[in-house]
């Protein structure tokens, strides 16, 4: 990821050969057209962009009412746990960077409330089994530990199954390769140097109290020894372990979801 000022650059992020990957891989999981998509998370609408050459109406939703100029995309605010449309009202769901973010205790709400309103496809786009111990941050306003990037759940493919239980899945694919892991003790040791490695150019507040992430001051000598130590245990952790994706995409039909042949191409 690029950032200018300690703030995520959110074009060069998109145009790195990493997430141009990941997002090509998500457009082949999403149908030829249709009528009806819902962006979940939808941001800076570069996705919504990208489903409005596909589909006749594209609904934008974020927590934040996104701001996006273009005749197919409807620009709403909204919260996933409490969605504001009918029940079975959309052809197709995308939901990407976005389930890693909420709230466990509102996960199961939220994936409820997606298949509700889906008529037929969703697709979901999360980090594939991250260590969300990994590059974790310390919040210089109460003391608290973050997860990075605001990441407070990890998926695999049994989770994402299991929180879809009105799906059946239809494709899953995976992007990326990465090592990344780390151990207890080089969480509590990283965790006593202040975690000055941990991704504080993030957008998501601390969790704990809502202030900013910022970084911490610089470490004396006893820290600087502490965050050594931390990184040759997690060197050695990551060192076992196999690689694995850094995304899984995962495409859910709703059971009993009527065919829609033009979305496929079948017309």
């Not at 457009?27 to 409005?52: E, Q, T, Y």
């Not at 809502?210 to 997690?234: E, H, M």
């Not at 690689?243 to 039909?253: E, G």
Request: a neutral charge; proline letters at 8%.
């Amino acid at each position: 990821m690029s950032h200018q000022s300690g703030v995520l650059d959110l074009s060069a992020y998109r145009a790195s050969p990493a997430e141009r990957r990941r997002t090509q891989d998500l457009l082949d999981l999403i149908p030829a057209r249709g009528d009806v998509a819902l962006d979940i998370g939808a941001r800076d609408g570069h996705f919504s962009h990208l489903l409005a050459q596909r589909f006749d109406k594209v609904v934008a939703l974020d927590l934040q009412r996104p701001q996006i100029d273009h005749p197919r995309i409807e620009c709403v605010q909204g919260n996933a746990a409490a969605l504001q449309f009918a029940s079975e009202s959309i052809d197709f769901v995308l939901c990407a960077e976005v389930l890693e973010h909420i709230p466990p205790h509102l996960l199961a709400d939220v994936c409820a409330e997606l298949q509700r309103v889906s008529a037929d496809k969703i697709l979901i786009g999360v980090p594939y089994r991250q260590d969300i111990r990994v590059g974790r941050t310390t919040c210089q306003a109460c003391g608290g530990k973050n997860p990075p990037w605001g990441h407070v759940n990890s998926f695999d493919e049994a989770r994402l199954a299991a929180l879809f239980d009105q799906c059946t899945v239809t494709s899953t694919s995976y992007v990326g390769q990465t090592r990344d892991a780390t151990n207890a003790l080089s969480c509590v040791l990283m965790d006593l140097a202040g975690n000055p490695y941990g991704t504080y150019t993030q957008e998501e507040p601390c969790i704990h109290c809502g202030a900013k992430l910022v970084p911490p001051p610089p470490r004396d000598l006893p820290k600087k020894v502490l965050t050594k130590l931390a990184f040759w245990s997690r060197a050695a952790t990551a060192a076992l372990q196999p690689p694995r994706p850094n995304w899984i995409h995962m495409l859910l039909t709703k059971r009993n979801a009527p065919l829609h042949p033009a979305m496929y191409g079948l017309s």
